[in-house]
């Protein structure tokens, strides 16, 4: 409805802010076209062509709003001339229906907890929002699609949480029956309805290559199929929004700067931040905290970027990444290129980057001593990725003491629930922390998912039937 009684208005076209792939190498697009599609077609990622401005009062005025009020207000600057600002309202305070704690841990320093979401992890901002503007259009327009992906488990449960319930999408998720744990199967296979869940006799890797042939294969090339992945433009521009709230908590006065130390891996969380800060969010300086897979933080420290392959296992584990696929995204804000494969085409400008960012590798063992020191100096119970950002804030602290007197405020990212970490944080604090409520009640409902040898003409055949 909506959508294409405005996509006929001139002005409409004229107003509207493009997406370019960082590639350079393809059409600009609209937002609804750069959501749908994912990857731009030249393998770049996009981007808007125009970064929206906040007006000072709407940001002051952020401080008397809830979650989901915020959300609405900075996704409208993106999308104010695609979307109606009510239906847009609509489905933000749909899709953020949870708490999102600030902890202040000592004077000027704080925890953000992006871990009160279905699935206990800052996924859940980025996922749920999308699933929702994707579903918008989808109904808009009258049509139907079908996510499939392929999961080893955190992926799976956050996609199949934030889509559940969707009128206007089917998911059919793919998981190695013995390589996925029971609290991870029960977050998909309890959901039902709109979410089917299949398990197939193999491995990760065999599912990936399924969902691979299915992208490519003829006899379904007349089904509207999307994977959802997380390079998204649909997934970015959310990642602003906590970012601005958190700022608008601790901003008594309105002037108050703000460091944030962001734990890294594709640095998707990191490009939110960056995008609220060229919005107009009073930001000093982000930290950007890695685990020992330290590319970044040598390629600030060197100009030289090496991508670390294959990448190293530490126990924050979803920030194993050995070349962050968001990298290009920056890398083209600060006036460079960067291919997919990680080849600097055109240098950024390295000295404001060097300006902006902090960034520091963090060993397991140092992290592991942070989860310990932070709760006995503290009480604060974090889990080994929140411990790398925080761990980062305290060094950078030391290294800029006068700085920090000066009333600049620490802002420290948690992107995953403790209890996810249950038997690491045992070991080293003595006591498990307690699983949010929607993980206590997942194993009283009955499960329901298919089991499927490994063998693509099934999987297909059933797609065909559904
Ligand atoms: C995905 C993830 C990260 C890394 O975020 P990026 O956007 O990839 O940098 C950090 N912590 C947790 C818990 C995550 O799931």
């Known amino acids: 409805m909506g959508v294409r009684r405005r996509a006929s208005g001139l002005i409409m076209k004229i107003n509207r802010i493009k997406y370019y792939s960082t590639n350079q190498n393809a059409p600009e697009v609209s937002f609804r076209e750069a959501l749908l599609k994912g990857l731009a077609p030249d393998g770049g990622l996009y981007m808007p ?12 005025s952020f401080r008397s ?34 708490a999102v704690p600030l902890e202040k841990v000592t004077t000027g320093n704080y925890i953000l907890r992006l871990d009160q979401g ?7 901002f980025a996922a749920r929002i ?25 992926t799976g449960s956050a996609v199949a949480n934030a889509f559940h319930g969707l009128e206007n999408i089917d998911v059919i998720i793919l998981f190695p029956h013995n390589e996925v744990s029971a609290m991870q199967r029960r977050q998909m296979t309890t959901l039902k ?54 700022w608008s ?10 460091v944030f130390s962001v734990p890294s891996g594709n640095l998707g969380n990191l490009m939110g931040g960056i995008l609220a800060r060229e919005m107009g969010l009073p930001v000093s300086r982000f930290i950007i905290a890695t685990n020992g897979n330290n590319e970044v933080p040598e390629y600030l420290k060197t100009g030289i970027y090496k991508v670390i392959a294959p990448s190293f296992d530490c126990i924050s584990n979803a920030m194993n990444v050995g070349h962050p696929s968001n990298l290009a995204r920056i890398v083209a804000l600060y006036g460079g290129m960067m291919n997919e494969k990680g080849i600097i085409l055109k240098h950024p400008d390295l000295e404001r980057m060097r300006k902006d960012f902090f960034s520091l590798s963090i060993s397991d063992e140092v992290t592991r001593k942070t989860i310990s020191d932070s709760y006995k100096k503290h009480k604060a119970i974090l889990e080994p990725h929140g411990a790398v950002a925080w761990k980062c804030m305290e060094s950078y602290r030391e290294q800029t003491g006068s700085e920090a007197q000066a009333g600049q405020l620490f802002i420290s ?6 209890a996810k970490f249950g038997d690491e944080i045992c070991r080293l604090l003595g006591f498990s922390p307690p699983l949010p409520s929607s993980f206590e009640s997942i194993s009283e409902i009955p499960e329901e998912f298919i089991e499927f040898k490994n063998d693509y003409i099934e999987l297909r055949d059933y797609i065909l039937k559904h």
């Open 49 to 60: 062509s125009v970064i929206p401005q906040i007006d000072r009062d709407i940001l002051l």
């Open 65 to 98: 709003k809830k979650y989901h009020e915020i959300a609405s207000d900075v996704l409208d600057c993106f999308l104010k001339d695609e979307i109606e600002t009510n239906i847009l309202h609509g489905l933000c305070r749909d899709a953020y229906n949870f």
């Open 118 to 124: 279905p699935t206990a992890s800052f996924k859940d």
């Open 130 to 154: 999308m699933a929702r503007l994707m579903n918008y259009y989808m109904s808009a327009a009258g049509e139907r699609f079908t996510i499939l992906t392929a999961t080893s488990g955190d």
């Open 193 to 246: 309805g709109n979410i089917r869940v299949i398990a197939i006799d193999g491995k990760f890797d065999d599912c990936q290559q399924m969902v691979k042939k299915a992208f490519l294969d003829p006899a379904l090339a007349n089904l509207q199929l999307s994977s959802a992945n997380s390079i998204n433009i649909g997934r970015l521009l959310p990642q602003t929004v906590y970012y601005f709230y958190a």
């Open 249 to 258: 908590r601790v901003a008594a006065k309105g002037n108050e700067m703000v």
């Open 413 to 418: 990212l948690e992107t995953a629930h403790p």
